[in-house]
């Protein structure tokens, strides 16, 4: 007799669910996959290697990072910096609203819920182990399958002050792994000059 999914697999199921009809897509070793689908596969992935005991408000959490994060556009919101701000901000209430009514569906309880609002909102960076797990992991994925991207749309220097703000986010321990991502050579140096002590 087959046994009942648990609710944190329904809960899984059901975020993947909501990113399978993002109707951008990304091509991955030769197949296309919705865009936000891809990275929560890419957050999870992460997660693990990482911190394999992580806890389930954790996991749900990074798999819920970016979930239907193609309803906000960036382009809803003015250019520059603060415009930038206000739309991340939007979206970190956002993914959590998302998130929440599926917990909810799935019986997960208010505590469980509010947990993963708030690490969403990314509350308790630098304080909150898992807050900075799940930076740690953002960070991480960015680097290794959407720097060198995002690196070709813009200068060396703003590339370069990017790089070490995200650096500046991460922990130790992020750090390191960061350090042993196989990047393109063009990333690497770009990596290593934000890398190297301004003079």
């Known amino acids: 007799m087959n046994e009942q999914p648990t609710r944190f697999e329904d809960a899984l199921r059901l975020i993947d669910e909501a990113n399978l009809v993002d109707p ?3 091509s991955f070793e030769g197949e296309e996959y919705p865009k936000e689908l891809l990275y929560s596969m890419r957050m999870t992935r992460w997660l693990e290697a990482i911190e ?3 806890s389930e408000a954790l996991r749900l959490a990074v ?3 970016h979930i239907r994060r193609w309803e906000i556009p960036r382009s809803e919101y003015p250019l520059g910096r603060k415009g930038y701000h206000q739309w991340r901000i939007r979206l970190y ?3 959590g609203e998302k998130a929440a009514e599926i ?3 799935v019986g997960y309880d208010e505590q469980t819920i ?3 609002r708030m690490l969403l909102k990314k509350q308790g ?3 909150d182990t898992e807050t900075q797990t799940l930076e740690d992991v953002a960070c991480l994925v960015f680097l290794e399958s959407y720097f060198w991207d995002f690196s070709r749309l813009h200068d060396e220097e703003k590339i370069i002050g990017i790089l070490r703000k995200t650096w500046a986010k991460m922990s130790v321990r992020g750090q390191e792994a ?3 991502l196989s990047l393109n050579a063009g990333a690497q140096d770009l990596l290593n000059k934000a890398l190297t002590p301004e003079k």
């Open 125 to 127: 960076l630098k304080t």
């Open 93 to 95: 209430d956002y993914h």
């Open 114 to 116: 509010a947990r993963v």
């Open 103 to 105: 917990l909810e569906k």
């Open 52 to 54: 394999p005991q992580a």
């Open 24 to 26: 951008n897509t990304e």
């Open 63 to 65: 798999r819920s990072q």
């Open 178 to 180: 960061a350090r042993e």
